[in-house]
């Protein structure tokens, strides 16, 4: 069929992209053994790190929620495009040319993927905006820049650009690079009125939105002349690529600083995000017109490896009545975070932007080394909208301000903020740590914090992926390997059972109890992670073994169909057995493919690896043993002594392979 990728360009595709390396761009990835990294899962929310990835067979796998795959799959998945555009992406990130069944050079312009076409178009309106900035006519948005202390580097350095003034400018350009109106439609870059479309910024200063891989997705418009009756800041509308919910401004330059630090810094606008990582504070990202919510947090928490080994969010706010509104809000979000999260409001009302003009780059820092518990300022902010000089306003303010403490996650910090609650008050420690605990028990039921329903959120129930949903890893019960010194109690390595969504249909779950179907499992990851290993008399053995677990065995079947000619491949090895088994046990293959063998040091994984295939061929000599001592016993050595000896003989044969396996493992 015409326009279809060759297969063998899809394989060096796959072959010669690092997987590490795509997924490290979405997930903040740490080494679990040798070969092995993990980090949180981007396809689930969780807690504790259950995402696998190892490159040397090009696999991920997640003991969490059973998603899994390749880079294809991963990129796929993340940027929710087809499998065709996916393979082109990757082939365009290597440098490499793809090859089609037509024999031309791939389908032309009507048959490429809509997404990449809208990538494209910012791509090249975000150049065109750049290059602007540099014009005559952007001069009133250089002054802007340099009188909030940004230079010709700074807006460089964060892709800065200026919309001319007018009404075509932009949609000139891009008509010229052979984009159609229907298309330029689809961007959110232009309005449309009576007699067509037009640009949607004209005559401002552009921020290029970014995602987290760093492709520009959308752009953020600040007014320069006092003629121009649109608001302060205008951005691109909800579209295919931008969805403000999901977006984080600066989070591509923040990524790496974030995952490393383990800290991240929620600012309020560009320039403050400017401001930050100029001053020192590297972390700093910004909502694009709209509250710091759950989407962004899922964002935050891959980044951060939130797993409760550490980490730290810091919001910044106004000083003023919305700023507070702001942090409370971000209060509410505080329970999905494992991270402790705080918030710096630098007391005369300034942003950092404002603050780095007045006053330098150190007081920027200092902003952000005066935080404090969020819980603290919302305590605070509570107790404001009251008037503690009268017995109703304290007791009103006890009432509301309770349930607040009550979130403090941390119980050995409830009891102290308590105390310092009724300090604030001026109310007895009793009274006050009476309220927070019939608070904290009506959470902990589910019901309302407050008789009122008001403020208050159920501390029992576990965060969607987390612990006690049944998709995390360190379930009871989840499978292990008998006589390996590794439980299988958590990640990396770690076996949580699948989910329903991946249930082996036909081939049930092999029992973790089981020493035997342990065995199988892991001389399958050694087979998977080291066919190496397998050559020569050793294949012979592994081939000739029987294996007694159906779904070991139908893995076991596909190895031996597939042979050991790709086995130099570690990763054609894996995707040519992911062809071979049935498709219900695809999910099964991948997780014995990406599961951290038990070793640090590549004489570790060898001498483990040795131990198990000696493991297994013991196994199986132990099962012929048994079938012919059974013989032995059931003949009669008088009536046939030749059989009897032959027998005999075997059995010693095969006792004396049993010793020497055993002394070589």
Not at 334 to 348: G, H, I, K, L, Y
Not at 365 to 387: C, M, Q, V, W, Y
Request: proline share 6%; net charge neutral; aromatic share 8%.
């Amino acid at each position: 069929m015409a326009g279809l990728i060759k297969r063998e360009d899809i394989d060096e595709v796959r072959q010669r992209t690092d997987i590490k390396e795509v997924i490290d761009g979405y997930v903040t990835l740490k080494g679990a053994g040798l070969g092995s990294y993990k980090g949180l899962c981007p396809f689930h929310d969780e807690r504790s790190p259950s995402f696998t990835v190892r490159p040397q067979v090009g696999r991920y796998h997640c003991f969490g929620c059973g998603e899994d795959g390749d880079v294809i799959s991963f990129v796929q998945k993340l940027d929710h495009i087809s499998f065709h555009e996916a393979v082109e992406k990757l082939a365009h990130r290597i440098g490499f040319e793809l090859h089609y069944e037509d024999g031309g050079s791939g389908p032309n312009r009507e048959d490429i993927g809509r997404r990449q076409r809208l990538l494209d178009a910012h791509k090249v309106a975000d150049e065109f905006f750049r290059s602007q900035l540099l014009t005559p006519g952007a001069a009133e948005g250089r002054n802007f820049l340099y009188g909030r202390g940004f230079d010709r580097a700074a807006a460089e350095q964060f892709g800065v650009g200026y919309a001319p003034q007018g009404w075509d400018a932009l949609l000139k350009h891009l008509r010229g690079r052979g984009y159609t109106d229907a298309e330029l439609k689809l961007t959110g870059m232009f309005s449309e009125g009576n007699r067509g479309i037009y640009d949607r910024f004209r005559g401002r200063l552009i921020w290029p939105i970014r995602d987290i891989a760093g492709d520009t997705i959308g752009f953020g418009a600040r007014k320069l002349y006092e003629d121009d009756q649109g608001p302060k800041y205008l951005n691109t509308p909800e579209t295919a690529l931008y969805k403000k919910s999901q977006v984080l401004y600066g989070i591509d330059l923040a990524k790496r600083n974030i995952a490393k630090d383990r800290q991240l810094v929620v600012v309020e606008g560009y320039t403050d995000v400017m401001a930050c990582h100029l001053a020192g504070i590297p972390t700093a990202v910004a909502t694009c017109g709209t509250a710091f919510g759950t989407d962004h947090i899922k964002i935050a928490r891959r980044l951060l490896s939130d797993d409760g080994s550490g980490g730290e969010v810091i919001f910044t706010f106004d000083g003023d009545a919305a700023g507070q509104k702001a942090a409370l809000r971000a209060f509410e979000e505080d329970q999905r975070f494992v991270a402790q999260t705080f918030v710096a409001v630098e007391p005369s009302g300034a942003d950092p932007c404002e603050l780095r003009q007045s006053k330098g780059d150190s007081a920027v820092r200092d902003l952000i080394g005066s935080r404090r518990p969020l819980f603290e300022f919302a305590i605070r902010a509570t107790l404001k909208r009251h008037n503690l000089d009268t017995v109703e306003g304290r007791i009103a303010a006890l009432r509301e301000s309770a349930p607040v403490v009550a979130q403090i996650r941390d119980a050995g910090i409830r009891p102290a903020y308590a105390r310092e609650l009724a300090g604030w008050l001026g109310m007895p420690v009793e009274e006050v740590s009476r309220a927070v605990g019939v608070a904290t028990k009506r959470a902990a039921q589910g019901a309302p914090a407050t008789p009122g329903g008001g403020p208050g959120r159920s501390q029992g129930g576990a965060q969607a992926g987390g612990p006690g949903t049944g998709h995390g890893p360190g379930q009871a019960g989840a499978p292990g390997h008998a006589g390996s010194g590794r439980g299988y109690a958590g990640p990396g390595p770690g076996v949580a059972p699948l989910p329903a969504s991946a249930v082996l249909l036909s081939f049930n779950r092999p029992d973790p109890r089981d020493p035997v179907a342990a065995m199988e499992r892991q001389a399958l990851e050694v087979a998977l992670q080291e066919p190496g290993m397998l050559e020569g008399e050793t294949w012979q053995r592994f081939s000739e073994a029987r294996f007694s677990t159906p779904a070991y065995l139908a893995i076991h079947e596909a190895i031996r169909a597939t042979g050991l000619g790709s086995a130099g491949d570690p990763v054609r090895w894996v995707e040519q057995l992911l062809q071979e088994v049935p498709e219900p046990l695809r999910p099964l293959v991948s997780e014995l493919a990406v599961v951290p063998l038990p070793a640090n040091t590549p004489e570790g994984v060898l001498r483990y690896c040795r131990d198990i295939l000696a493991r297994l061929f013991e196994l199986q000599i132990t099962r012929v043993k048994a079938e012919k001592m059974g013989q032995l016993q059931r003949l009669d050595a008088s009536a046939d002594p030749e059989e009897f000896q032959r027998l005999n003989r075997e059995l010693m044969q095969l006792e004396m392979q049993r010793r020497s396996l055993r002394s070589d493992a």
